[in-house]
């Protein structure tokens, strides 16, 4: 009952506004017709506002007549009077507010057209044309930033094609696979254009449906480009390829067509008087172009800051916190654009340890390191991981730019820090008590202390992690061993620090090199985050 009078309400307040309830469409949505008033403007004009039900979506708002004197292409309004008053996101809807947000938008849209009208530009609306393109997906697997011709891979999956713009064909084919596509063995030419004209759809004949559309589009944009395309077509065909795959880049955005060669239209005899060029007739495909090289994925969610693509990482223990560890870094980049992410573990995956680690039944009784590294390469195709199935203490890791100890293994970490010291960074992770606390400690410089000069001040009752002794409590019985009890959540907040300072390092931020994170609320912090220096006991430091 409660959304049938939050329906009514919404109606009556249109109403109110002039606005005449004419019935439901396809969807179940509310459609009502009346008129927008633009601010400033001496007429009104008619539109029909669609409404959810459910007052989970916008309102969707279409110009009945287009308002005379408009380009051919205009900001905000797509085919059909479509009109483009929000950006999808940036706005949080108020479904306990129903008429409120209504009447928002409603406002929002008066305003949009009134700009539109003045030829103004809405600087949140920058990207609305992908709303009006509605295209297939073009993947695009491209380090480089070259323009002029790539390499197009085109795949079967589903029954339907999926398209692929790479500049290395091993590294996307190995994507293809994982996706459980087949590969189509027709030759695609492609090209890359650079245009300095935003797109913006055509308020008529829109979408385009053949060559001489997007010919006559893009006229109205940049002719330059326009140019440019029909010679990229024109070559496709001369070089008798299957079809052609155009990316346009412009300054905001990039998106593609696909036009498969019709050789039947093509062939055609044309008429003494009718000499037009029998390519634009053919049919396009709109595509809309998604990035999926190694570094955008990675950079995407942290734009302005260095990732880990090209380092070269290695992590001792695939455990429970370097199982997690391992997965973070590679969404972080690790393993790509040249770089290698290297896996040491001798241990294997046992029953007792599926609870709380990144592996599942699945990889039972295999190696931690080689299991942990299929796993990585089925997540992201492409990358560089390496296995070590053995025993730290004889791997040979090679050139590394930044090693970090997951073992948990106190004894082992202070070998690992003497075994490979500065200028090489060395970054431990480790468990405090059963679940207590997690900690991270990065030695990145000669000045600073290393992973064994803690252990000094905590014998001095320096640096300790809580103000109260850290609980010892134990688990396990017979063959399996005794072991510290605490939850998977504990490993991956143990990971996620790891995954932070590594983030940090490479980035310069190297302060505070000791971090703690308290787990259990019922703690008190000990130590603050800080830099520690050489412990004047310390045999590595002062060997």
Request: with cysteine; aromatic share 6%.
């Amino acid at each position: 009952m409660r959304g049938n009078t939050a329906i009514a309400d919404v109606v009556e307040s249109l109403r109110e506004r002039g606005f005449q309830f004419v019935g439901k469409s396809t969807n179940g949505w509310f459609k009502l017709n009346g008129h927008l008033c633009p601010p400033g403007a001496d007429r009104v004009y008619p539109c029909e506002v669609q409404f959810d039900p459910t007052f989970l979506n916008m309102p969707r708002i279409r110009l009945l007549e287009t308002p005379s004197g408009l380009p051919a292409v205009v900001p905000h309004l797509g085919a059909g009077g479509d009109l483009c008053y929000l950006a999808e996101g940036s706005v949080t809807l108020d479904i306990y507010d129903p008429v409120g947000q209504t009447l928002a938008c409603l406002d929002r849209a008066s305003s949009v057209l009134g700009r539109i009208i003045g030829g103004e530009m809405v600087e949140d609306l920058a990207e609305e044309f992908f709303a009006y393109w509605r295209g297939e997906c073009c993947f695009v697997d491209i380090e480089g930033n070259s323009l002029g011709r790539q390499q197009c891979i085109v795949a079967e999956a589903g029954g339907r094609f999926l398209w692929f713009i790479t500049d290395n064909e091993d590294r996307t084919v190995e994507k293809i696979r994982s996706l459980s596509a087949k590969i189509a063995p027709i030759t695609i030419l492609t090209y890359r254009i650079k245009t300095s004209a935003q797109p913006r759809p055509l308020i008529s004949n829109w979408p385009p449906v053949t060559v001489g559309d997007i010919l006559s589009w893009q006229s109205t944009l940049d002719r330059r480009c326009r140019r440019k395309i029909h010679a990229r077509i024109k070559e496709g065909i001369k070089n008798k390829a299957n079809g052609a795959l155009i990316i346009i880049e412009s300054p905001l955005m990039t998106y593609g067509l696909a036009i498969w060669f019709d050789r039947k239209l093509l062939s055609q005899k044309e008429k003494r008087a009718d000499r037009r060029d029998l390519s634009f007739g053919l049919k396009v495909i709109p595509l809309s172009v998604v990035r999926i090289d190694s570094k955008y994925l990675a950079q995407r969610n942290i734009p302005g800051s260095k990732t880990l693509a090209g380092i070269n990482l290695a992590i001792a223990g695939c455990g429970t916190i370097g199982g997690y560890l391992s997965e973070m870094l590679v969404k972080a980049g690790a393993g790509t654009c040249g770089g290698t992410l290297t896996l040491v573990d001798f241990d294997h995956l046992f029953p007792q340890n599926l609870g709380r680690h990144r592996l599942g039944f699945s990889d039972l009784l295999k190696n931690k390191a080689e299991a942990m590294a299929n796993e990585l390469r089925r997540l992201a195709p492409g990358t560089d991981i390496r296995a070590l199935p053995v025993d730290v203490r004889q791997a040979e890791l090679g050139r590394l730019d930044l090693l970090i100890d997951a073992t948990g293994e106190e004894s082992l970490g202070h070998w690992l820090c003497r075994s490979y010291s500065p200028p090489l960074p060395m970054l431990s992770i480790w468990i405090e008590g059963p679940g207590t606390a997690i900690r991270g400690f990065l030695r990145s410089t000669t000045s600073g202390a290393c992973y064994r000069c803690l252990w000094h001040s905590n014998r001095r009752g320096e640096l300790h992690t809580t103000v109260e002794p850290l609980p010892t409590t134990l688990a396990g019985h017979g063959c399996e061993g005794l072991y510290v009890p605490f939850p998977a959540s504990v490993s991956v907040q143990a990971a996620s620090l790891g995954a932070e300072m590594a983030l940090d390092w490479i980035n310069g931020a190297l302060s505070p090199a000791l971090r703690t994170r308290l787990v259990d609320p019922s703690a008190q912090l000990a130590t603050p985050d800080c830099d520690p220096i050489k412990d004047p006991d310390c045999p590595i430091c002062n060997s």
